[in-house]
């Protein structure tokens, strides 16, 4: 992933020493040149740089598909169990999340969750790398309550116990784990909060030279709640209090229209799409195009599972070219090395991590995957006259294609076996946990507004 392409080498080798990357070349250089104690057979294997998540929220994974196909996701669908998920719940289904990201070839997670100081230990578990925030916001646990349309409370006290939270983050996890556990302030979105809390935030980025990983235009419930306090749309709004910059990473921009999204590009910050999430919540192809066209720097994320279902890059990579291939009515949009850049080496860009991971090169962090390019999936694989491995990664991959992650030069999946945690465990201390969740909301099924109780009735469930 080094250039402007995707930089592929055939029959090429990696050589590592601790956890640094020591040499990329062609198989017979790197012999000649290397000894090792450890040497690893990789024929008809593809070994790439560990995916990038750049948005994902793992607190919720325990409620994965009990929102889907339905309008007001939030209030609607996802609010009647959430309001019954525990703290151990959160870290429960967390694991559960990583673990999946792991599988299919996620190294780094750029997760952004309320209680990150506890979720944040599951990294250090499963060995993964992790650029954390915590969710800022001064509105109250029952917000789902709230009818649609009405403007949020805001809470003082409720902003500055998460604020101190992502500052504990900071202060304990920052450089944590050799440096694979790095952290972010969050706050939640510019509707969630007060123009005072949003001013500290700022200034206190600015203090900790950290970015701020922040929803922004993510839907017409925060355009509305934005018009409502300050008579402007997000962006405005946000360039106005001096928010778009290099420090912002924009998560989203679905309500972002062309000249708001190449505003947000031109400012410096980064974009983080989400297709599958917002595509399968709100219908919607975010203006990424139009982001990159601008010369922004962009990324993607899986968002949670509640809403996208699954958090898979490789389904990310396929759905931000396949929709924009047919929101431009062009097959040429939007082609495959771009997908794998913008879950890479672009991805690293964004996020504030190019130095360290995202491409393979000397002196970067040994963040791998290995590929088996023998499964039904990635074969035949054609090198001449044209090389069909990128477009196959991209369009017809699934994730279970990978074989081995490496991390920070240790292996934490081997031969699809994860080696730091029992997977078979977490799965069922997850169905155990979300069978109460599901218990409690049983209760209050006389309440529930959610058309999935009409799909049920007609079996459509």
Same mark, same amino acid.
């Given at each position: 992933?080094?250039?402007?392409?995707?930089?592929?080498?055939?029959?090429?080798?990696?050589?590592?020493?601790?956890?640094?990357?020591?040499?990329?070349?062609?198989?017979?250089?790197?012999?000649?040149?290397?000894?090792?104690?450890?040497?690893?057979?990789?024929?008809?294997?593809?070994?790439?740089?560990?995916?990038?998540?750049?948005?994902?929220?793992?607190?919720?994974?325990?409620?994965?598909?009990?929102?889907?196909?339905?309008?007001?996701?939030?209030?609607?669908?996802?609010?009647? #169990?959430?309001?019954?998920?525990?703290?151990?719940?959160?870290?429960?289904?967390?694991?559960?999340?990583?673990?999946?990201?792991?599988?299919?070839?996620?190294?780094?997670?750029?997760?952004?969750?309320?209680?990150?100081?506890?979720?944040?230990?599951?990294?250090?578990?499963?060995?993964?790398? %992790?650029?954390?925030?915590?969710?800022?916001?001064?509105?109250?646990?029952?917000?789902?309550?709230?009818?649609?349309?009405?403007?949020?409370?805001?809470?003082?006290?409720?902003?500055?116990?998460?604020?101190?939270?992502?500052?504990?983050?900071?202060?304990?996890?920052?450089?944590?784990?050799?440096?694979?556990?790095?952290?972010?302030?969050?706050?939640?979105?510019?509707?969630?909060?007060?123009?005072?809390?949003?001013?500290?935030?700022?200034?206190? %980025?600015?203090?900790?030279?950290?970015?701020?990983?922040? $929803?922004?235009?993510?839907?017409?419930?925060?355009?509305?709640?934005?018009?409502?306090?300050?008579?402007?749309?997000?962006?405005? #709004?946000?360039?106005?209090?001096?928010?778009?910059?290099?420090?912002?990473? %924009?998560?989203?921009?679905?309500?972002?229209?062309?000249?708001?999204?190449?505003?947000?590009?031109?400012?410096?910050?980064?974009?983080?799409?989400?297709?599958?999430?917002?595509?399968?919540?709100?219908?919607?192809?975010?203006?990424?195009?139009? #982001?990159?066209?601008?010369?922004?720097?962009?990324?993607?994320?899986?968002?949670?599972?509640? *809403?996208?279902?699954?958090? /898979?890059?490789?389904?990310?990579?396929?759905?931000?070219?396949?929709?924009?291939?047919?929101?431009?009515? /062009?097959?040429?949009?939007?082609?495959?090395?771009?997908?794998?850049?913008?879950?890479?080496?672009?991805?690293?860009?964004?996020?504030?991590?190019? $130095?360290?991971?995202?491409?393979?090169?000397?002196?970067?962090?040994?963040?791998?995957?290995?590929?088996?390019?023998?499964?039904?999936?990635?074969?035949?694989?054609?090198?001449?006259?044209?090389? /069909?491995?990128?477009?196959?990664?991209?369009?017809?991959?699934?994730?279970?294609?990978?074989?081995?992650?490496?991390?920070?030069?240790?292996?934490?999946?081997?031969?699809?076996?994860?080696?730091?945690?029992?997977?078979?465990?977490?799965?069922?201390?997850?169905?155990?946990?979300?069978?109460?969740?599901?218990?409690?909301?049983?209760?209050?099924?006389?309440?529930?507004?959610?058309?999935?109780?009409?799909?049920?009735?007609? *079996?459509?469930?």
């Amino acid at each position: 992933m080094e250039g402007q392409g995707v930089g592929l080498i055939e029959d090429g080798a990696v050589a590592i020493k601790g956890n640094l990357i020591q040499a990329v070349a062609s198989t017979q250089e790197i012999l000649a040149n290397y000894s090792t104690e450890e040497q690893m057979d990789a024929k008809n294997k593809l070994i790439m740089p560990g995916l990038i998540d750049a948005h994902i929220h793992t607190g919720i994974g325990i409620l994965r598909g009990v929102a889907q196909d339905m309008h007001n996701w939030m209030q609607v669908g996802l609010w009647p #169990f959430q309001k019954h998920v525990t703290l151990e719940d959160n870290i429960t289904g967390s694991m559960m999340n990583i673990i999946e990201g792991i599988k299919a070839g996620t190294t780094t997670f750029c997760d952004y969750d309320s209680n990150m100081n506890k979720l944040v230990t599951n990294y250090v578990k499963v060995g993964a790398r %992790a650029r954390v925030a915590e969710l800022i916001n001064e509105i109250p646990n029952d917000i789902g309550d709230i009818p649609v349309g009405e403007l949020y409370p805001f809470h003082p006290e409720i902003g500055q116990r998460k604020l101190q939270n992502n500052l504990e983050l900071l202060e304990k996890w920052h450089g944590a784990e050799n440096g694979r556990i790095t952290a972010m302030l969050g706050p939640h979105g510019p509707d969630m909060m007060s123009l005072e809390l949003l001013q500290e935030i700022k200034e206190l %980025a600015v203090k900790y030279d950290t970015k701020l990983h922040m $929803h922004v235009a993510q839907g017409d419930r925060e355009i509305d709640q934005i018009e409502k306090r300050y008579g402007k749309r997000s962006i405005a #709004f946000l360039d106005e209090i001096g928010y778009l910059n290099e420090r912002l990473l %924009a998560v989203h921009l679905t309500e972002a229209t062309k000249e708001e999204a190449e505003q947000v590009a031109k400012s410096g910050a980064a974009m983080i799409n989400c297709s599958g999430s917002i595509g399968i919540i709100d219908g919607i192809v975010p203006p990424i195009l139009e #982001f990159l066209e601008a010369g922004g720097t962009a990324a993607l994320g899986s968002d949670q599972a509640p *809403g996208n279902n699954c958090n /898979n890059m490789f389904n990310e990579m396929k759905f931000v070219s396949i929709l924009n291939k047919v929101k431009t009515r /062009n097959p040429a949009t939007f082609p495959a090395h771009l997908a794998l850049r913008l879950a890479t080496i672009e991805s690293a860009k964004a996020v504030g991590l190019d $130095h360290e991971v995202g491409s393979l090169r000397a002196g970067k962090k040994a963040d791998l995957v290995f590929v088996d390019l023998e499964e039904p999936s990635m074969s035949p694989v054609i090198t001449q006259p044209v090389r /069909n491995i990128v477009p196959n990664l991209v369009y017809s991959a699934k994730g279970s294609e990978v074989e081995s992650v490496m991390v920070d030069g240790k292996f934490i999946m081997k031969d699809r076996k994860l080696l730091t945690v029992d997977e078979k465990t977490v799965i069922r201390n997850t169905q155990i946990a979300a069978n109460q969740i599901s218990e409690k909301v049983q209760a209050e099924a006389k309440k529930l507004k959610s058309p999935l109780l009409t799909r049920m009735e007609n *079996g459509e469930l």
